[in-house]
C-alpha cells in the first residue's frame, strides 16, 4: 500500500514547507545586486555583513582548507577580492541553505550524514569538472551539496517513508528516487529543483538538481547533470562498501563505467579523486554539521 503523503504533488509538497525555509533577505538582495552591471564590490560586501550569523559562517567556509588561503581573512570585503564575487554568493547560498532547512530536520533522517554525502558529492563533483575542464567547477560543488534537498522535504512530510524506502533498497536492489517514483509518482529531484526553482538560484543548478538521476533528460545542461549523478553514485558506492581500500576500481558498476565514458574519465583516477574529495570535504562537515 503506498504512503499517505499530506500533499500528492511537487508542487504541493514545496508550497507546504516553502515558508518553513525561505532564504535569507540577504541571499536575495545579493543576488539582485550581482544582476546590477553598475554595483561594486563594496555593495556585496555591505549586503552579507547585515546578517552577523551568516558573515561569520561564510567566512569559516572561506577561511577553512577547502580554499587552503595563505592567510587569515577577516572580513568580507577581502573575501571577494581573493575568491571573488560569484563563489562567494555561492557560499552566501550554501550558508543560507544550512540554516534554512532546520526546520526541515526533524523527522525520519539523519541530517549529519545527510549532508556529509552532499558535501562529498560536491567535492567530487567540483573535481570531476576540473578533470575535464567543465566551466563553473564552483557551481557544480554547489549543485552537489543540493542534490538531495528534495529528501528532506518529502520525509518532513511523511517522515515514515525513509525507514520503507530503505527497506525497499535492501530488498529490491533499486536506487531511492525509482523507490520513491513507484511509491509517490514522483521522487527527489523533482522536488528539490522546485524549491531552488522557488528560491531563484542559478537556472543550471535547479535543472542539474532536477535531472541528476536522468541526466540524458536535462535540457540544457547533460554533461553538469551527468558529473553530478556520477559524484552522487560514487559516494554512494564507497558508502556502501567498507572504504576506498576495499574497492576494485577495475571493476565498478555499470552505471558508474557508464558515465565514466560518456565524460571521458579514466577509471584508474577515480581512487585519487575521492581520496581528494573526502580528505577536503572534512573542514566543510565540520563547519557545517557542528554549527
Not at 14 to 34: C, D, F, W
Not at 106 to 133: P, V, Y
Not at 218 to 240: N, R, T, W
Request: a negative charge.
Amino acid at each position: 500500500m503506498k504512503p499517505s503523503v499530506e500533499m500528492n504533488t511537487p508542487d504541493a509538497l514545496v508550497a507546504n514547507v516553502v515558508h518553513l525555509i525561505s532564504l535569507p533577505n540577504v541571499y536575495t538582495q545579493l543576488e539582485r545586486t550581482l544582476k546590477d552591471p553598475n554595483h561594486t564590490r563594496n555593495d556585496i560586501a555591505a549586503i552579507v555583513n547585515i546578517d552577523p550569523a551568516l558573515c561569520a559562517r561564510t567566512l569559516r567556509i572561506i577561511n577553512s582548507s577547502y580554499y587552503a588561503l595563505p592567510k587569515t581573512i577577516y572580513n568580507i570585503g577581502t573575501a571577494i577580492n581573493l575568491i571573488g564575487e560569484y563563489d562567494l554568493r555561492n557560499i552566501v547560498l550554501i550558508s543560507s541553505v544550512v540554516n534554512s532547512v532546520d526546520a526541515l530536520t526533524d523527522n525520519g533522517i539523519n541530517i549529519t550524514e545527510f549532508w556529509q554525502h552532499s558535501i562529498r558529492c560536491g567535492m567530487i563533483a567540483k573535481l570531476l569538472a576540473n578533470t575535464i575542464s567543465a566551466p563553473d567547477p564552483e557551481l557544480l560543488f554547489l549543485t552537489g551539496l543540493l542534490h538531495d534537498i528534495g529528501q528532506l522535504i518529502i520525509y518532513k512530510n511523511e517522515p515514515e517513508l525513509s525507514t520503507t524506502i530503505t527497506w525497499h533498497k535492501t530488498e529490491e536492489n533499486k536506487q531511492r528516487y525509482q523507490i520513491e517514483q513507484s511509491l509517490l509518482g514522483f521522487g527527489h529531484p523533482i522536488v528539490g529543483a522546485l524549491l531552488l526553482e522557488k528560491w531563484s538560484v542559478p537556472e543550471q543548478v535547479s535543472e542539474t538538481v532536477r535531472y541528476h538521476h536522468q541526466p540524458d533528460e536535462a535540457p540544457l545542461y547533460q554533461k553538469e547533470a551527468k558529473i553530478v549523478g556520477l559524484a552522487d553514485q560514487l559516494i554512494h558506492f564507497v558508502e556502501s562498501n567498507s572504504g576506498l581500500a576495499e574497492i576494485d576500481f577495475e571493476q565498478l558498476p555499470p552505471l558508474i563505467s557508464s558515465y565514466l565514458d560518456d565524460l571521458n574519465i579514466s577509471n584508474l583516477i577515480i581512487f585519487d579523486l575521492l581520496t581528494e574529495a573526502i580528505d577536503q570535504s572534512q573542514a566543510i562537515e565540520n563547519i557545517i554539521c557542528t554549527g
